[in-house]
């Protein structure tokens, strides 16, 4: 079955550390994005990309790093510098269209600070 | 910027009723398209209803509709004959037409929606 793959579910940070977000597809969509989930609140984007070897900067995205080397797979990193990084979050994938795709979702990643 | 509000925090309708959430947005731009997700305990996020804003005509899925009134800016989902398994997040979001092949959306804050048996 085709669709998006997130791991891990859950995910502890340390203090000081970087740590990487899998997201994988299978839907041989173009497009990837990664958006970030804190409670109460709606979802933001962070990163998102159109095509591989290309990525531009969402609504928050500093303290976050992404790359999109295949098309397949558009890994997020949370940097040191990301001070609030709990949170959750959800990749998504889409078609490239000028008409307004619906976006597939994984099913996200919790992560936490220790 | 586009912003997105859903004034209602929460919500609550009895299992078969009918329940309405409310959307409004701001916008300069006269092209775009609006959506409404849904996003259930298990956090998987649902594409539940699209809807065209250069189309007067009201978007339908089955039980899930949408009033979409263009000059007041504002996008309601209607939810007739609630079921169990309704309960959920509820998010409207924006994408506006002007942004090429990528859907970056602006979402709202959410509706929280609980069904009573």
């Known amino acids: 079955d085709g669709g998006i793959t997130q791991s891990p579910k859950y995910l502890f940070r340390k203090e000081g550390q970087n740590v990487t977000l899998s997201c994988e597809q299978n839907l041989n969509h173009d497009a990837m994005y990664w958006y970030r989930q804190d409670p109460g609140q709606g979802l933001r984007l962070i990163y998102y990309s159109q095509i591989v070897n290309d990525f531009q900067k969402g609504d928050i995205a500093e303290g976050y790093s992404v790359s999109r080397e295949k098309k397949e797979s558009f890994p997020l990193t949370v940097t040191s510098a990301q001070k609030n990084p709990t949170a959750f979050y959800l990749c998504a994938s889409s078609r490239r269209s000028l008409y307004g795709e619906k976006l597939f979702f994984g099913s996200g990643t919790q992560l936490s600070v220790l | 910027a586009q912003t997105v509000t859903q004034s209602q925090p929460e919500m609550s309708v009895q299992e078969a009723e009918t329940v309405t959430l409310s959307c409004t947005y701001d916008?300069?731009?006269?092209?775009?398209?609006l959506f409404w997700y849904k996003q259930p305990p298990s956090r998987q996020m649902i594409l539940v209803i699209r809807q065209e804003a250069y189309k007067q005509q009201n978007a339908t899925e089955n039980r899930f509709s949408v009033n979409f009134q263009k000059a007041a800016k504002s996008f309601s989902l209607k939810i007739s004959d609630s079921q169990l398994g309704d309960a959920a997040m509820y998010f409207c979001a924006y994408r506006s037409a002007e942004q090429g092949g990528s859907e970056k959306l602006v979402f709202g804050k959410g509706t929280k929606l609980t069904v009573n048996p």
């Open positions: 916008t300069s731009e006269s092209d775009y398209y």
